[in-house]
């Protein structure tokens, strides 16, 4: 292959694969960095929106008004920009996305007219986002691995975990995606079948600070990854499997597995109990 023709193929891919800005604005009343319920349920618009696309990476900068001290000023904004990117954690945004999170200061005052002096100082109260997206999304890479489907038909023992890859959750909801229904119902099929197996569903939780769980939309609760452990339960359950065979916990985020942060946002079984035909 010559050097042109290597040349064609290098620009027509960052042609098909070129980056985005996706901006958004959060605003601030004075001297306060708690976000506001209305600017909170902007935020989770926008955070909804970039979760349906390829992000490559999200920068976070803080801003204050004219008023006060310069270091007053600077501290200030950073708090801004960090409890924007605390929100963030909370609903599933990979941290690792996130390449600034910085508090910029003060942005100075440009008018003449004194009369809009307050309106312009209220906007430069305000943290600026700025997501990089690819579009088109780039190709997925799929990792091959030993399927569900037979981890649940061989030789389980107590203590075995079968991690269901394919039950993958909508960010920030207990929700299965719809792509995954299938999926669930095969192994509602095969639990039911396999009676002597008793279990618990571990609901699991991506991108949060330390061992927090996220909070669920829906609910406003933190207890994200129990609500996708119950809401297995109660799918097997409507199935035919036993209640008496299952119970569910939330992990919260104790247990990340690396890589793509939609496994993480993920169920296992635990094994707990295997009850012998002679027991039954």
């Known amino acids: 292959m010559n050097t042109k023709i290597l040349y064609i193929l290098f620009f027509l891919g960052n042609f098909m694969f070129a980056q985005t800005e996706l ?26 929106d970039i979760q349906n696309q390829d992000i ?3 920068a976070i900068y803080g801003f204050c008004d004219d008023i006060g001290s310069d270091s007053y000023n600077l501290q200030l904004s950073q708090q801004r920009a960090n409890a924007i990117k605390s929100i963030f954690s909370e609903h599933e945004i990979d941290n690792t996305l996130i390449s600034n999170v910085d508090g910029k200061g003060e942005v100075l005052l440009k008018t003449i007219n004194t009369v809009d002096a307050d309106v312009i100082r209220g906007l430069n109260r305000k943290v600026e986002i700025i997501a990089y997206a690819y579009i088109p999304p780039r190709p997925e890479v799929i990792k091959e691995e030993e399927t569900m489907e037979s981890a649940l038909k061989g030789d389980l023992k107590v203590g075995d975990k079968v991690v269901l890859d394919n039950i993958l959750f909508k960010t920030g909801y207990s929700e299965i995606l719809p792509e995954s229904m299938e999926t ?23 991108c949060t600070k330390n061992t927090l769980d996220a909070v669920d939309r829906k609910t406003k609760k933190r207890n994200l990854s129990e609500a996708r452990a119950r809401y297995i339960y109660y799918y097997l359950s409507r199935k035919g499997v036993s209640k008496k065979r299952m119970r569910y916990e939330g992990m919260r985020r104790k247990q990340p597995l690396g890589g793509d942060p939609k496994y993480d946002r993920r169920v296992e079984i635990l094994v707990t109990r295997i009850i012998n035909e002679d027991d039954k």
């Not at 901006?23 to 989770?44: A, C, G, M, Q």
């Not at 095969?186 to 279990?199: G, P, S, V």
């Open 23 to 48: 901006k958004h604005e959060v605003y601030f009343d004075t001297d306060k960095y708690e976000v506001s319920d209305i600017e909170n349920n902007r935020l989770l618009l926008f955070i909804q």
């Open 56 to 58: 490559d990476k999200i």
């Open 184 to 206: 669930l119902e095969k192994i509602a099929t095969l639990l039911k079948e396999r009676n002597e197996i008793y279990f618990t569903i571990q609901g699991h939780v991506c």
